[in-house]
Nanobody
Framework: QVRLVESGGGLVQAGGSLRLSCTAS????????MAWYRQAPGKQRELVAR???????YYADPVLGRFTISRDNAKNTMYLQMNSLKPEDTAVYYC??????WGQGTQVTVSS
């Protein structure tokens, strides 16, 4: 079992930056892949970025070049650095591990 806790959301103006954190506990040795998803009101949850245990990453097209995913294994923490934020980035952001484990979500609101 893996427990995930996100932090770092908030309200920011367009063009600003935020950094989300996700700290894992429990059976962390079993984690092969971690990811950030987001869900905007009235929309389906979508993949934002993914990072594998070997360090390789994937980004969805809407965030490519603006967001950076990383992980600090010593701290059991994954990050999402979000720059040049746009109003369309407004959503609840969720941390995910091994596809099946989810955090509770953190709200990101970008004002125009």
């Amino acid at each position: 079992q893996v427990r995930l806790v996100e932090s770092g959301g908030g309200l920011v103006q367009a063009g600003g930056s935020l950094r989300l954190s996700c700290t894992a506990s429990g059976s962390i040795f079993s984690i092969n892949v971690m990811a950030w998803y987001r869900q905007a009101p009235g929309k389906q949850r979508e993949l934002v970025a993914r990072i594998f245990s070997g360090g390789s990453t994937y980004y969805a097209d809407p965030v490519l070049g603006r967001f950076t995913i990383s992980r600090d294994n010593a701290k059991n923490t994954m990050y999402l650095q979000m720059n040049s934020l746009k109003p369309e980035d407004t959503a609840v952001y969720y941390c995910n591990a091994n596809i099946i484990y989810w955090g509770q979500g953190t709200q990101v609101t970008v004002s125009s």
